[in-house]
C-alpha cells in the first residue's frame, strides 16, 4: 500500500483506545504502538507534511500495511503493547540493551587493608564484595565509606611509608585520619574499616550510635587520640550524609528515572535505592530518534512490564501522557499500590536532576562531536523547564539617552554561541519619551510582524533573514513589568507561545535570577553554568544596545555641527554625511567635491565651502 492509501485506511479508524502493528512488504513486524484514539495516532503517520525524526522516518518508508486491536480501556492497551513489543521485538520499537557488566568492592588482606572499587575479581590477595550490577554505584558507595571514615586514598603502603614525608592535602582538609603521620593505632585504623564495609553492607543505620558508644567508652578509659579519631569520623558521616545522594534513610525503595535528549539519541537513566542505598545506575541509549516524549512514553512500560522488579515509588523528570494507565498496570504487576510522580523540590528533586545529569553526560560518551555547548542548552531546557533545548535564543535591552530618545539591541545565540550575523537595531518609532516596557511591546511586535510577513512570502524566508527564523526562547533585560510587557505584546502573533524570561539584575548589576510574568524567579546562581551562560547573554545584550546608542548621539553631533550652516537642513545634512561619511571629511571636501553630493548646486557648494573655511 503507498502512503496516501495507509492514510485513507488510517482515517477510517475509530476514536478508541488500542494497539496498532505496522508490517513491511515482507509482512514482518516492524513497529508496535498504543494509542488513546488509533485514528488520530496512526494517521499521523501517514498524514503529508507531518515532521517526524529519523527513526519514525526510516519505519514510516518501510511501512506496508497496518492492522490495529481495538482495547476497551487505554491500561488494557499498554498492557497488550508491552507484551506483544517483548513477544515481537519489532526493529522500530526502543529496545532495551545496556552495556552493563559487573562491578565489586576489592578489600585487600593484611593488617592495613585498603577499600576500592574493581571491575573483576583478579586479585588473589584480597576479598570482594559483590557483585554489583553498576560500576557507577560501586564507585559512589566506595567513596562515601571512604570519605565518612576518613581512609586514605593515596598510594602509600602502610607500615613502610608510615613516618616518612608530611600528610596529603587531605590530611590537612579533614578527609584522611592520616595513617601516614604515624598517630594512628592498627587497631583503630581496622575498626575504621569494618565501618567503612558495614556502612556499604547496611547502609547508615546504627553506625552513628555504635561510634558514640565507643566515643564515649574511649574518652571514659582516658583514650584520647582514639575518642577524638571517632568524634571525627561521627563529624565526617553527618556531614556527608547531608549532602549525598548515595545512602538515604530507613527502607527506601525508589528508582529515580530521566531522559536527555540530543539531536542524534535519547538517554533514558534509572538510579535504584533498594534499603536505603543506591544499588545500581542503567543508562539505555536509543538512536536516530529526537522525540524525549515518545521515548518515555514507550520506555516505562516496557522497563517495568518486561519482568523488572517494580519499586514502591518511581519518581520521574515528567509523567507521560498515559502515566494514569502506566500506574494503574505497575500497580497489579506489583501487587501493591505504585507512586509514579514527578518531585517539585528537596532530595528527591536533586535525585531527578542527578540521574539526567547522567543521562546527559552518557550521551557525552556517546559521541564526541556532543559539544560542550550541547549540554548546556540541555541543562539549560532542564532548568528552565523547557521540552526541548533552545537552540535559538533572541535577547532584547533598551538603551535611552537624556532627550529621551530610546534604542533596542536585539542579539542571537545559536547552538549556545553568538550569532553575530543575526543581530539587529531597533530605533523607536512610536514611543515618547523613556518608557522601557513600552519601548520592548514595540521592538516585540516589530519581531512578530517581520516573521510573519517572511511567513506570507512578503519578505526573504533565508537564513540570511534572522527575522525569519522562529526562536526558542526570548530573553529580555528586566523583570516582570517588562515581560508582562512585552507578552502582552505578542499576544495573537506566531511568537506568542515562545517561551519568555527577563534577566534580573542584583543591586551590583549582575544577573540574580530569571523570571516570567507571573513574577516566578528561578535562581540560576544555583547552577554555576547556566549562570554564566546567561550573564554572558545579558552582557552582551547590553553592550550591543549601548553601542547603537553611542553612535546614534555621534550621528547626531555630526548633523547638529552641519545643520548650523547657512542653508543647510537635516535633508541636506544627512545627504552630506551620507557621502562623506564624517564631518572632518566634509570639511576637508573642495568646492567640486561638495557638487557632486546629490541636491547641492554650485551655488549651495561654495556656500557651504566658505562657511567651514571662514
Known amino acids: 500500500m503507498t502512503k496516501a492509501e495507509l492514510y485513507k485506511k488510517a482515517c477510517m479508524l475509530p476514536l478508541l483506545p488500542g494497539v496498532y502493528i505496522i508490517r513491511d512488504k515482507r509482512d514482518e513486524i516492524i513497529y508496535i504502538g498504543k494509542a488513546k484514539r488509533l485514528k488520530t495516532r496512526v494517521s499521523q503517520y501517514f498524514r503529508e507534511g507531518v515532521p517526524h525524526d529519523a527513526k519514525v522516518t526510516q519505519m514510516i518508508l518501510h511501512a506496508f500495511t497496518f492492522d490495529v486491536i481495538v482495547c476497551q480501556s487505554e491500561f488494557e492497551a499498554l498492557v497488550l503493547e508491552?507484551?506483544?513489543?517483548?513477544?515481537?521485538?519489532?526493529?522500530?520499537?526502543?529496545?532495551?540493551?545496556?552495556?552493563?557488566?559487573y562491578s565489586y568492592v576489592k578489600i585487600t588482606r593484611g593488617d592495613w587493608p585498603r577499600i576500592s572499587a574493581a571491575l573483576q575479581k583478579d586479585d588473589e590477595n584480597a576479598d570482594y564484595?559483590?557483585?554489583?550490577?553498576?560500576?557507577?554505584?560501586?564507585?559512589?558507595?566506595?567513596?562515601?565509606?571512604?570519605?565518612?571514615?576518613?581512609?586514605?586514598?593515596?598510594?602509600?603502603?602502610?607500615?613502610?611509608?608510615?613516618?616518612?614525608?608530611?600528610?596529603?592535602?587531605n590530611a590537612h582538609i579533614g578527609k584522611c585520619m592520616a595513617v601516614c603521620s604515624g598517630k594512628i593505632s592498627c587497631q583503630a585504623y581496622n575498626e575504621a574499616v569494618q565501618g567503612a564495609l558495614r556502612m556499604i553492607r547496611y547502609g547508615k543505620k546504627d553506625i552513628l550510635r555504635q561510634l558514640r558508644e565507643k566515643m564515649e567508652a574511649a574518652a571514659e578509659r582516658l583514650d584520647f587520640e582514639t575518642a577524638a579519631l571517632l568524634r571525627d569520623q561521627i563529624a565526617a558521616i553527618e556531614r556527608v550524609a547531608a549532602g549525598q545522594k548515595v545512602v538515604m534513610e530507613g527502607d527506601t525503595e525508589m528508582d529515580i528515572v530521566a531522559l536527555a535528549g540530543t539531536t542524534r539519541a535519547v538517554c533514558a537513566a534509572v538510579l535504584r535505592y533498594r534499603d536505603g542505598r543506591l544499588t545500581d545506575k542503567r543508562e539505555f541509549v536509543f538512536h536516530d530518534t529526537t522525540d524525549i516524549g515518545a521515548v518515555r512514553e514507550e520506555f516505562l512500560p516496557q522497563y517495568y512490564l518486561d519482568g523488572e522488579n517494580i519499586p514502591r515509588t518511581i519518581a520521574v523528570d515528567a509523567l507521560p501522557e498515559d502515566h494514569e494507565a502506566l500506574a494503574q498496570a505497575l500497580a497489579e504487576a506489583r501487587g501493591s499500590k505504585v507512586e509514579l510522580y514527578v518531585p517539585q523540590r528537596g532530595d528527591i528533586a536533586k535525585l531527578v536532576t542527578m540521574a539526567y545529569t547522567n543521562a546527559v553526560e552518557r550521551l557525552g560518551r556517546e559521541s564526541g562531536r556532543y559539544t560542550r555547548e550541547e549540554k548546556l542548552l540541555e541543562e539549560a531546557a532542564q532548568v528552565l523547564g523547557l521540552k526541548n533545548p533552545p537552540r535559538i535564543i533572541e535577547s532584547y535591552d533598551i538603551s535611552n539617552w537624556g532627550d529621551g530618545s530610546s534604542v533596542c539591541g536585539m542579539v542571537v545565540f545559536r547552538d549556545g554561541k553568538p550569532y553575530r550575523s543575526g543581530y539587529r537595531r531597533f530605533k523607536m518609532r512610536t514611543v515618547a519619551g523613556t518608557d522601557d516596557y513600552a519601548s520592548l511591546a514595540e521592538t516585540l511586535s516589530r519581531r512578530a510582524a517581520e516573521y510573519e510577513a517572511a511567513q506570507r512570502g512578503e519578505k526573504p524566508d533565508t537564513a540570511a533573514n534572522q527575522f525569519a527564523a522562529l526562536p526558542d526562547l526570548i530573553l529580555i533585560d528586566?523583570?516582570?513589568?517588562?515581560?508582562?510587557?512585552?507578552?502582552q505584546a505578542l499576544r495573537g502573533t506566531a511568537l506568542q507561545n515562545?517561551?519568555?524570561?527577563?534577566?534580573?539584575?542584583?543591586?551590583?548589576?549582575?544577573?540574580?535570577?530569571?523570571?516570567?510574568?507571573?513574577?516566578?524567579?528561578?535562581?540560576?546562581?544555583?547552577?554555576?553554568?547556566?549562570?554564566?551562560?546567561?550573564?554572558?547573554?545579558?552582557?552582551?545584550?547590553?553592550?550591543y544596545a549601548n553601542d547603537y546608542r553611542k553612535r546614534m548621539m555621534h550621528k547626531k553631533s555630526y548633523a547638529a555641527t552641519l545643520t548650523a550652516l547657512p542653508g543647510v537642513g537635516e535633508k541636506t545634512s544627512a545627504a552630506l554625511l551620507g557621502h562623506f561619511k564624517t564631518v572632518g571629511a566634509v570639511r576637508q571636501a573642495s568646492i567640486s567635491d561638495l557638487e557632486e553630493v546629490k541636491g547641492i548646486s554650485h551655488a549651495k557648494a561654495e556656500k557651504i565651502y566658505n562657511a567651514l573655511h571662514s
Open 82 to 101: 508491552a507484551s506483544q513489543i517483548k513477544t515481537h521485538t519489532p526493529k522500530y520499537n526502543i529496545l532495551l540493551k545496556d552495556d552493563k557488566g
Open 498 to 543: 515562545v517561551p519568555l524570561y527577563g534577566m534580573v539584575k542584583d543591586d551590583h548589576h549582575r544577573t540574580r535570577a530569571i523570571v516570567d510574568d507571573a513574577g516566578g524567579e528561578i535562581a540560576i546562581n544555583r547552577h554555576r553554568n547556566i549562570f554564566t551562560f546567561v550573564t554572558n547573554i545579558q552582557d552582551e545584550t547590553h553592550r
Open 478 to 487: 528586566g523583570g516582570r513589568g517588562q515581560v508582562g510587557a512585552v507578552r
Open 129 to 169: 564484595i559483590g557483585p554489583f550490577t553498576s560500576s557507577f554505584a560501586v564507585r559512589e558507595m566506595v567513596e562515601t565509606a571512604q570519605n565518612c571514615f576518613l581512609l586514605p586514598r593515596c598510594n602509600k603502603e602502610f607500615p613502610r611509608d608510615i613516618g616518612k614525608g608530611r600528610p596529603c592535602l
